[in-house]
Structures are given as C-alpha cells and as structure tokens.
C-alpha cells in the first residue's frame, strides 16, 4: 500500500482546504467539504474491506450505495486540516441505502463527518443527474455574500443579475447564476433536500444569513465559483451605499455570452 498522505486527491483537498481557510470563508469550523472518489482512486492507499466503523446517516440515498467520499469533520476547524488531516478528516463508503457510512480512514478521535453531510450527499446526488462528472460539493461562510443576504433582496433573478453586472468575468463563470434559500435552520435533511433541489439549476446556492455552497467537477471549479461570486458580492458591498453611474448593460451581458460561448440562464437578460 502507498502512503496516503502522498495521495493527490488528498493533497489536493488539504490545499483547497486550506486556501479557503486563508480567504477568511471559513472561521472557526465554519463550512465543510465533500470530495466523491473513485474506489480505483484509492485502493492504492487504502483497502476497503478494512472497516474502522459504522456511522448512521440518519438519511435514505440508494443511488449512491457503494460511493466513496473524502469528507470534513464535524466540529473540526479549517485552520488545522493542513496539520492533522487524519483527526480532521475521513474517507467514507455508504452503504445500505445510504443509511450508513463505513469509515475507512480518518476521524482518528472519534470524530464524525460534517453536519452538513445530509445536504452534501443529497447535492452530490442531485448535481450527478446533470452532470455525471461532478465530485465536489463545498460549502463555507463568505463574508460578503452573507452580508449581501442582508441587505440584498432573495429574489434569485435579481440577486444573480446584481452580481452578473458588478464584474465582467462573472456572466461567464456562473451563466447558470446563484439560487437563494431563506433563512432555514442548519444541519438537517429538510435544508439538504431544499439545497438539492436547488442546486439542480444553479451550481451556486446561497444560505442566507449563513452562506454559501458550490458544486463542481473537480475542486477547483467548486473553489473558482465561490471565488467568483464572493468577489462580485465585495464589489457590491462596496459599492451598494454610493451612487452608481456606470453599469454593466444587459446588451454587454449578452456581447460576453457571444464571445465566451455561455448562455445565461433563460429569461434573466432583458
Ligand atoms: P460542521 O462543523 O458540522 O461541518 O458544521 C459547520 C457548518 O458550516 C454548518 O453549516
Ligand atoms: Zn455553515
């Protein structure tokens, strides 16, 4: 077996981990990760017949029996994932429907996956319907879109238009714009299947008041999405107190969707 520290998925997620970390999205153990892995992915690190334990996800996903995920720690802070990842966090495999998860690595204090685990596996679900290839599910508390949700109205049209138009890039990066949950109370399988059911339109939802989570391929499209959006919130943020005078048109939306080859999301460019 190799050493599975050497392992670039692992490497990979720690890096990822800990930039998000450095961007200030992620106080204390604020957010939380979720990588699916091949099982070809890790059998040169691990074997997975050799069980730690079983932990009870206290929700139904027959789809995705037998799926490998490298996942965060519930309580565990960013910060520390780069110095202990085998504390901070666990590689598991679902079984049973879904109804349980058998740990092969990690969680070496006892520990146990995010809170969150509901949302990310029903999200992984969800997002695998529209794109077969996508592995990452990440969450996290950026500063400026969770103030935007504030002051901003939830109305998803209108909050993916306001951050289209604070940054050219933006159009081009999310043309599948933001969707919004309300306010709802974390770390439950109601607000797992509201996010699943949004995120199958939008790679981005926002939690307001709370943040934020992005899906994609790999981690870095998760990473780049956040970055993207949190950015253009920033910029509104600034700016949302002063009095504009230049704006991004809906005719220039439409002059980026032409050259980069995007098509924004139906019905929101006039
Ligand atoms: P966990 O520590 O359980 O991952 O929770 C953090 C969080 O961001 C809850 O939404
Ligand atoms: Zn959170």
Partial sequence: MKDISIAPFLIDFIRTATNMYNHGWDERNGGNISLMLDKNEIESYLNTKDILREIPTGFRMPELDDSYFLVTG???YFKNIQYAPEINLGIVKLIEYGTKAQLLWGFKDGGNFTSEFPTHIMSHAARLKINSKNRVIMHCHPTNLIAMT?????DE???????????TECLVVFP??????????????????ATAEKIKTSRLVVWAQHGLYGAGAD??????LIETAEKAAEIYMKIA?????????DEQLHLLEKRFCVKAREGYLD
């Fill in 150 to 154: 504030h002051i901003h109205t939830l």
């Fill in 241 to 249: 107190h002063l009095t504009s005078i230049n704006t991004i048109s």
């Fill in 74 to 76: 519930t309580g565990k």
């Fill in 219 to 224: 981690l870095d499209e998760a990473y780049g």
């Fill in 157 to 167: 049209k209108e909050f993916t238009r306001t951050l289209w138009k604070m940054n």
């Fill in 176 to 193: 599948d714009g933001v969707n919004v949950l309300p306010w709802m109370l974390c770390g439950t399988n109601e607000i797992g299947e």
